[in-house]
C-alpha cells in the first residue's frame, strides 16, 4: 500500500513557522507512517530541513494559483493543512485534487476548504502554537489516528500539551566543546556568562531602541553578580545596528559582534552555547525558544501581538515576556522598563 502524504503549509514568517514546529510534532507522534511535507518560503526552508518531523520540503515561490496548484498536484498529496489560510493556496489546493482540506475557518478563503475550524485567532486568547495545534488534532480525528472525544493534554502551568516533548529543535554537537571553540576564538572569559542579545527585528514586530538595549546591558552588568560577554547577533541587513549596539556597550562592558556565515541553521547552531537570548518577538526569539534556551522577550501591547499569543516554545521557567505599561501606546515600545526588566532577569537567570 502507498505511503499517505500531508501537505502542511506555514509560508509566512520565519516565527510563525517555528510556532509550526509542535504541528508537525503531534501529527508524527500519532501517525508515524505519515510522509510530511511542509510549505514554506525559500527563507525559512533551511530551519524547515532541521525539522526532525518533515519528510519533504515544497518551497512556495509566490507564483500564481494555477503554477501553485500544479505543483501541488505533483505531490500527489492525500490530505492538506493550512495553518495560516489564503485565497491563493485554497483555490490552489482545490484545484490540485487534494480530497481531505483542513483550515481555520476564517475569511473567505474557508469556503475553498474541505474541512474547517472555528477559531477566532483574533482574539489572542491562545498560543499560536496552540492554535495551530488544535488544527492537527481535528486532522488526527478525521483520519481516526486518535479518539473523536480525546483532548489534548494541557496544564494551566504549562500550554504546552504533554505530548511534546522540548526542546523540539537540537543538534548532536558537545556544547562544551563548542562554547570551548567559541570563547578562544574570541578571546573570551572562560567564566563569563553569554547573554545573546537580537537587536533586528527583521520587519516582523516593533523592537526596543539601540539605546534601551544599551541601557538593559549595563544594567545587567552592573547588578548582576556574574561575570557577562553580551554577543550581539544580526541577520540580512542588520548589520549596521547590531554594530553600533557593541560599540556602545563595549564602552564600558564586553560585548563582541557575531554574524553567522552559514545563515538561519549556523545562527541555531551558535544559540546552543547561549546562556541567556534577548529579542523583541522576532523569528529569533522562536527560534530560540524551540531550542528551550532562556529567552527574554520584549512585545508590544496591541491585542495581535501580546507575549500569550506569540508565546515562545521553551518551559515556563526558561521563559520572561516584557511590554509596556497599562495605558501605553500599543505598538511603542518605548515606554517599557527597562530597570525593572533587568531586575526580573537577574532573579531569573543570572
Known sequence: MERQKILVVRNDKLGDF??????????????PEIHITAMVPEYTAPVARLCPWINEILIDHNEGIWALSKNIRNGRFDALLTLFSTGRVALAALFAGIPYRLAPSTKIAQLFYSHRLVQRRS??????????????????????KIEPDESLTISDNDLMPAEIKRPLLSFDDDITELRKKFID??????????????????????????????????????????????????????????????????????AIYFQSDSGIAGFAHAL???????????????????????????????????????????????????????????NNLSTVDIDSAAISIIERFL
Open 272 to 330: 546552543q552555547i547561549a546562556d541567556l537570548f534577548i529579542s523583541g518577538s522576532t523569528g529569533t526569539l522562536h527560534i530560540a525558544g524551540a531550542m528551550n534556551c532562556n529567552t527574554a522577550g520584549f512585545y508590544p501591547r496591541h491585542r495581535s501581538a501580546i507575549p500569550l499569543r506569540w508565546q515562545t516554545l521553551n518551559s515556563p521557567e526558561r521563559r520572561l515576556a516584557f511590554t509596556p505599561p497599562d495605558g501605553a501606546v500599543e
Open 185 to 254: 576564538l574570541n578571546n573570551l572569559s572562560k567564566k563569563s556568562k553569554l547573554i545573546f542579545i537580537h537587536p533586528g527585528s527583521g520587519g516582523s514586530a516593533n523592537n526596543l531602541s539601540i539605546e534601551q538595549f544599551s541601557a538593559l546591558a549595563m544594567e545587567l552588568s552592573k547588578r548582576s553578580s556574574q561575570e557577562i560577554t553580551f554577543v550581539i547577533t544580526a541577520g540580512p541587513g542588520e548589520e549596521e545596528p547590531a554594530q553600533d549596539l557593541v560599540a556602545k556597550i563595549a564602552a564600558n562592558y564586553p
Open 123 to 144: 482574539h489572542s486568547k491562545k498560543p499560536e502554537y496552540l492554535y495551530n495545534l488544535e488544527l492537527a488534532h481535528q486532522l488526527l480525528k478525521d483520519f481516526s
Open 18 to 31: 517555528m510556532l509550526a514546529w509542535p504541528t508537525f510534532a503531534l501529527i508524527k507522534r500519532y501517525w
